[in-house]
């Protein structure tokens, strides 16, 4: 899937737009990118964030160990939807060894981050380029190893909770490709790595929910 038929079909899924996939970005494309800036706006606006380059919205609280929830990225003439995971894959979420370990798994809390990460090239620790943590985030600390997110113990602090992909995977499920971090498919990291790498000095996330659309 393209990053245009992956923007329609996320149009789709968050606003209903009914949009046919067919990865060419014309007026009903434009006028549902226009409705979705319009709710992220006013969900921003009622919970006090400033606006931003990065969104993760997070579709559920189940942990489904896939790309299950979405990243939105916005930058200069660029508005673009792509699949990733707002939550830890099950390698570690369902891990008794693990969990017992770090005192519960790490599983992001939905705010805006300031300042959260810092762009790093390719060649790193996953082979692609890759957005490392640098300022503080809250994460639930999931000790339930359950089907949907335990909410009871919060933790705030730097976790190594990154943006990345991993090179080479190609995979369905996100299992072992995070314990925390927010992790998308590869094949749309040459579309949203260079838009990230243009942006001034650390860079902002904002995790939402779906919940808050309604």
């Not at 579709?59 to 929830?69: A, P």
């Not at 930058?75 to 693990?98: C, H, M, R, V, W």
């Not at 909770?161 to 072992?176: L, P, Q, R, Y």
Request: hydrophobic share 35%; glycine share 10%.
């Amino acid at each position: 899937m393209t990053i245009q038929e992956s923007t329609q079909t996320g149009l789709n899924a968050l606003i209903n737009a009914g949009l046919t996939v067919d990865g060419q970005l014309g007026e009903a494309s434009t006028s549902a990118l226009q409705s979705l800036q319009n709710a992220i706006t006013r969900i921003f606006t009622a919970k006090g964030y400033s606006p931003c380059n990065l969104i993760g919205i997070r579709m559920s609280d189940e942990y489904t160990n896939q790309f299950t929830d979405w990243g939105l990225i916005c930058f200069g003439e660029a508005t673009y939807l792509f699949p990733i995971s707002t939550k830890p894959g099950s390698s570690y979420q369902k891990n008794d060894a693990y969990v017992a370990q770090v005192g519960g798994c790490a599983c992001l809390l939905p705010a805006q981050y300031k300042g959260m990460w810092s762009y790093r090239p390719a060649g790193g620790w996953s082979g692609d380029a890759y957005l490392m943590q640098v300022g503080p985030c809250t994460v639930y600390r999931d000790k339930s190893e359950g089907p949907v997110i335990d909410k009871s113990i919060t933790e705030t602090g730097l976790f190594g909770i990154n943006f990345h992909s991993w090179k080479g995977d190609n995979a369905t499920t996100v299992d072992n490709l995070s314990a925390g971090c927010q992790v998308m498919d590869e094949i749309y990291l040459e579309d949203v790595m260079p838009l990230l790498k243009q942006i001034q000095g650390n860079i902002d996330y904002t995790l939402i929910e779906f919940a808050d659309f309604s």
